[in-house]
């Protein structure tokens, strides 16, 4: 609703009003004299434009009246301080009534200032969520990214290391029965049998040797692999820290806004009992508060659309890296 205050409107629309019931009679006027003029012979003609004449007064008559109920409309939030005043029968000082009438024509101004801000915010409210939203995703698409750094070579070497497992395990078998076999023997002081053992286990045991020192190498590179790959997925993660940093002090500025916007609700219900009571220069006041609670959450606002833009240019750093496009 906005408030137009000036005097000089209303009287405007009395003006309009006025000229409008003018036209109407000048019409009346113009259709009587066209047909007196018509013969009488062509009385259908006659009948016919007495009709047309009819209806078009009634749309004239229509368009008047809808003009004027939207003005009255228009004006109806100021006329009703006025007429609280009316009803009260108080009579204001030079001092008071010069105060009000500036509260009054000051409301006017304020509230069309507190409608374009409140447009702003809407547009960013609407540009903060598109733009989380957006982030959200990319986020979780870069944090998956760095989960799955490394896994496919991980899983090549740990595949080789398992085909060297399978691949020795029938040597590493037969060594250890061998083992226990010449354990056996020696405890039954059979030392033909015993002799006979280490001779069939010393022949093999090179190739032992062999087989635990590539499985060795095997499980080495795996283990390095491994540790290189979390100390590259930490140097990634850390360079997302900013992220949370960012979250959180949107998080602390949400509450500022949620505090802001209380103080407003709380000025908007006393500036429209202000103006039932017929005080202007309250509900001034009021007003005043809501346009700098707003002011607040714009500037708060502002804030977090920064810090999500900040947000944006480190995810795409991130996901940009060599390390993590090649890994």
């Known amino acids: 609703m906005k408030m137009n205050l000036k005097s000089m409107k209303l009287t405007e629309t009395e003006t309009q009003q006025g000229t409008n019931e003018v036209s109407i009679h000048q019409y009346d006027t113009q259709k009587e004299q066209q047909i007196t003029m018509l013969p009488s ?8 434009m007495t009709g047309d004449h009819v209806m078009n007064r009634k749309r004239i008559k229509f368009k008047a009246r ?4 939207s003005r009255f409309i228009h004006k109806l939030a100021i006329a ?9 029968g108080m009579p204001l000082s030079g001092v008071q009534a010069a105060s009000s009438s500036s509260a009054m024509s000051s ?12 447009r702003v915010l809407e547009l960013q409210n609407v540009q903060i969520r598109a733009l989380r939203q957006q982030n959200n995703a990319s986020l979780k698409g870069v944090q998956e990214r760095i989960r799955q750094l490394d896994t496919s070579r991980l899983a090549t070497i740990q595949t080789a290391l398992k085909q060297l497992e399978n691949r020795h395990a029938p040597l590493f078998k037969r060594y250890a029965d061998l ?8 405890k039954k002081k059979d030392d033909r049998h015993v ?28 283990a390095a692999a ?6 590259r997925k930490q140097q990634l993660r850390s360079l997302l820290q900013p992220v949370q940093t960012l979250k959180k002090q949107i998080t602390s500025e ?21 103006v039932r009571q017929g005080n202007a220069v309250t509900a001034l006041a009021h007003l005043t508060v809501v346009y700098k609670q707003l002011g607040q959450v714009q500037t708060s606002r502002q804030k977090i659309l920064n810090w999500e833009q900040q947000i944006t240019k480190t995810i795409q750093t991130v996901a940009s890296r060599p390390d993590l496009t090649n890994g």
């Open 41 to 48: 012979a062509n009385s259908a003609t006659a009948a016919r």
């Open 66 to 69: 809808v003009t004027s109920q």
């Open 80 to 88: 009703s301080l006025c007429f609280v005043l009316f009803l009260t």
């Open 107 to 118: 409301i006017d101004t304020l509230y069309d200032s507190i409608t374009a801000l409140e």
């Open 179 to 186: 083992g226990k076999r010449i354990a056996d023997a020696r």
């Open 195 to 222: 002799q006979s053992l280490l001779l069939e286990r010393n022949g093999i045991k090179a190739q032992v040797e062999a087989a635990r020192a590539e499985l060795k190498h095997k499980r080495t590179e795996l």
């Open 226 to 231: 491994r540790k290189a790959s979390t100390v």
């Open 254 to 274: 949400n509450k500022a806004i949620t505090a802001a916007w209380k103080i407003r609700t709380s000025a908007r219900k006393g500036y429209h009992a202000a």
